[in-house]
Structure formats: C-alpha cells, structure tokens
C-alpha cells in the first residue's frame, strides 16, 4: 500500500527528488523498484530504513485557542518543538516536523484542545552520513 509520494527539487538543476513510502512485503518492495527502473526519466532508486536514514513529516494544525487555553497550547507545543506560526482570536496554528510517531503524540495532546483543521506532508528523507544519491563527477 502507498503510504505517501513526495516530490521536491535538488540541489542539482532539473533534477527532482521522489519519496515514496511504502507499507508492503521486501517482495513487493523489490517489484516497485523493477518497475521505477523501467521509466525512462528514472535515475537511482534507493531503499532506505529507519537505521540509515533520516526522515521528517510536516504538519500544520489549527487548534482552538482563546486567551484563557493559548498559554496551555503554546507550552503543549513548545514541549514537541513545534512552533506558532499564525495567532487568531480564537485559535492559532502551529508548525511541528518528526517522524509518524511524535506527530501522532503531538496531535492526541493537541485533540484535547480541539483541532479545528490540519495538513499534513508525507514523508522526505536522506540518507546518513556523507554518501549522496548523486552521481560522482
């Protein structure tokens, strides 16, 4: 099953980036791979995991806030790192980054409050240490 496809330019011109995570047997795995390979604009693919690499999630959330609740919703927040990045009225919305698991918590903390709205991005990763997918010149 497809869980999330990001796509995003590089640092090299005309070169963009795909992200394609995946819920799915080391066989179907292998199959999606074969089958990236055959198009034509496809240059490497790789398959990372949580040992080797680094990924992060966005998510923006509105969250119901008045003058007597934003205190509580502000430290909630800055306890997952995540920021204020629009104040109304009677609500505020709040950048956080991570992987699926402190999104999670960082939304059930959030729910108390009442979510009045949210987006979320998939997945985007890299590789560890100095190794790049792109080619040696």
């Not at 790192?81 to 903390?109: C, H, Y």
């Amino acid at each position: 099953n497809l869980v999330s496809l990001v796509s995003a330019k590089t640092a090299k011109e005309g070169i963009n980036r795909l992200t394609v995570v995946v819920d799915a047997t080391p066989h179907a795995v292998e199959q999606i791979t074969k089958q990236l390979y055959k198009l034509i604009q496809v240059h490497k693919v790789l398959e990372l995991d949580d040992a080797t690499s680094v990924g992060r999630q966005l998510l923006l959330v509105k969250v119901n806030a008045d003058n007597l609740t934003r205190p509580q919703v502000v430290d909630a927040a800055n306890l997952f790192r995540a920021r204020v990045i629009d104040v109304a009225v009677d609500s505020v919305i709040i950048e956080a980054t991570g992987n699926s698991a402190k999104l999670k918590a960082f939304l059930e903390v959030m729910d108390s409050f009442g979510i009045r709205e949210l987006a979320r991005s998939g997945s985007v990763a890299l590789s560890r240490g100095a190794k790049t997918m792109a080619k040696s010149e």
